[in-house]
């Protein structure tokens, strides 16, 4: 029974492991880069161990990285594959190729206001949605548009306009 409990715990271990290491890599940084803007909290070789599942990690400093990260504390942790979930369904990140605007969400301080703190919001659960973290750009796709412009108080083919107003916009969106 034990051995059930640890490979259960080994493949979690393993799948919370490569969720880091996605994280890490989305925000470029190696595990050297980590250590060092850490002020030494996460050391390379302790993350490294985190990231091939070698080690467990605690809540408490899982909490800590998902804040050195920027990112919510549930974003470090695997979807679930076995609990009625279809696999196909957990990845929400849109395969159709339509087409869309890319945000430099770097800029996104600059907004301010019920608007700059609506359009954050709205932005940062898009992120959430697709498991993107990299904290540069986001492609915001038509349909998620239309709520922009809603946000943004304009109409929809004035939303891209408004976007470059704000410095938000960073290309134009395709022909679709």
Do not use: H, W
Not at 116 to 131: H, P, S, T
């Amino acid at each position: 029974m034990d051995d059930d409990l640890n490979e259960a715990g080994s493949e979690y271990g393993r799948r919370v492991g490569e969720r880091l290491r996605a994280i890490r890599r989305q925000k470029r940084l190696s595990l050297q880069d980590v250590e060092a803007s850490s002020s030494q909290e996460f050391k390379a070789s302790v993350l490294g161990a985190y990231e091939r599942g070698e080690r467990a990690i605690s809540v408490p400093r899982l909490e800590r990285l998902a804040g050195f990260y920027n990112v919510p504390i549930d974003q470090l942790l695997p979807r679930a594959t076995n609990v009625g979930v279809t696999p196909g369904l957990v990845d929400l990140t849109d395969r159709t190729g339509r087409a869309g605007v890319t945000l430099d969400l770097t800029s996104l301080d600059s907004v301010t206001g019920a608007e700059g703190e609506m359009l954050a919001r709205y932005l940062a659960m898009i992120q959430v949605q697709r498991q993107d973290f990299n904290g540069r750009v986001l492609t915001v796709r038509q349909d998620d548009l239309r709520a922009v412009a809603c946000i943004l108080g304009v109409e929809f083919d004035q939303a891209v306009d408004r976007l470059a107003d704000l410095g938000l916009a960073t290309s134009q969106p395709a022909q679709s």
